[in-house]
């Protein structure tokens, strides 16, 4: 549900952000980008960025490559990855470099799926909610990733409200949902509450599931508990990460499961908050001076599980002994069967 309300929330991006030159165009690919100016100077790179976007790519790829609450997360991993390769953070590198590396970005296989999505938006918040365009409504619905019982909601919303913008029908069934979710989780929410309060080391990873995002006191905590553990390996910038945490950690049963019986344990492979100064190291693994508290996960993820790919979750028993792995994954059943295997 979560990415349904997200989907909702999408501001359209209009094309006046995309009116430049030709002379724009070629002095742009020339522009050098460092980490730092990136960092402390975000407006100035967002026009940048729109002009790279007009010249090389479209309205589209800009609002995906925004995300969906606008924070950049595929821009900046962009940035930063490439970045990162350096060890100085003042080291640069171009928009013409960072136009390769969104080309490659749109070669991911879930990225047809996610303009669809957009391009139905686009359109259904442009239209007025009328039955007799319901078959043509219903279809943009379906692609935005709207499930047939989230539909039979929405057309129960058209039917009392016809004739409203689908942006204010959108807004009608947020409403629906959240008062639906107080009606229906009370008692989860206490017991959620209780959850935190008890480990206040724990974050809320999604909506309704508590992570721990250090790998230590993670297994530390699954000894005490005497609780098999879950390690998750995501990224920002992966979309098949956030296309798990929308579909399948959103699952009120998978909540449920790991919640009380696992330990769950959620590592970002490109989080940059910066370490110490004597907390930096040179690594072998990546080849890189350490400097981030993503790279030590990056690291941990190659040097002890043999992986270099996100998402990856892995169970361990509570001796820290691997159980089984999984990676991207839409199918839910298929899900709730692997973390059930720490069963006995």
């Known amino acids: 549900m979560k990415r349904q309300l997200l989907i909702i929330g ?14 724009d165009c070629e002095q742009i690919l020339h522009k050098e980008i460092t980490i730092n100016h ?3 100077h975000v407006d100035e790179f967002m026009k940048d960025f729109q002009t790279l976007v007009y010249c090389e790519f479209d309205s589209i790829d800009y609002q995906i490559f925004m995300g969906p609450q ?3 997360p595929m821009i900046a991993k962009s ?12 080291e640069k590198f ?9 080309i490659e970005l749109k070669q ?24 007799k365009n319901w078959s043509q409504d219903k279809k943009l619905l ?15 919303i058209v039917e009392n409200n016809e004739s409203k913008p689908y942006p204010e029908i959108f807004l009608i069934y947020s409403d629906f949902i959240a008062n639906q979710q107080v009606s229906n989780g009370s008692a989860e929410e206490i017991n959620d509450s209780n959850l935190e309060n008890e480990n206040p080391e724990m974050i809320e990873w999604v909506k309704g599931l508590y992570a721990y995002q250090d790998y230590q006191l993670g297994l530390k905590k699954s000894k005490e508990l005497d609780k098999p553990s879950l390690v998750y390996f995501n990224a920002y910038g992966c979309i098949n990460s956030r ?18 019986n696992l330990v769950f344990i959620s590592l970002i492979v490109d989080e940059r908050t910066k370490l110490e100064k004597n907390e930096c190291y040179y690594s072998e693994t990546l080849k890189k001076k350490v400097i981030y508290t993503g790279q030590i996960s990056a690291e941990l993820q190659i040097e002890k599980f043999n992986a270099n790919s996100q998402p990856l979750f892995i169970l361990l028993d509570v001796n820290g002994k691997e159980i089984d792995r999984i990676g991207y994954i839409k199918d839910i059943e298929k899900f709730k069967v692997f973390i059930k295997k720490t069963k006995k």
């Not at 379906?142 to 129960?156: L, P, Q, R, W």
């Open 243 to 260: 296309m798990m945490d929308g579909e399948v950690l959103l699952n009120k049963d998978i909540q449920e499961y790991i919640n009380q």
């Open 38 to 40: 990136f960092q402390e």
């Open 10 to 23: 999408f501001i359209l991006i209009t094309s006046s952000l995309f009116a430049q030159s030709n002379a």
């Open 70 to 72: 606008g924070n950049m």
């Open 79 to 90: 940035i930063l990855d490439h970045g990162a390769k350096p060890i100085e953070n003042d």
């Open 108 to 131: 991911d296989t879930m990225y047809p799926k996610i303009r669809r999505i957009v391009e139905a938006r686009n359109l259904i918040v442009q239209r007025n909610a009328l039955l």
């Open 142 to 156: 379906v692609d935005m990733g709207f499930t047939e019982n989230h539909i039979k909601d929405i057309y129960a």
């Open 94 to 102: 171009t928009f013409a470099d960072l136009k390769e590396v969104l």
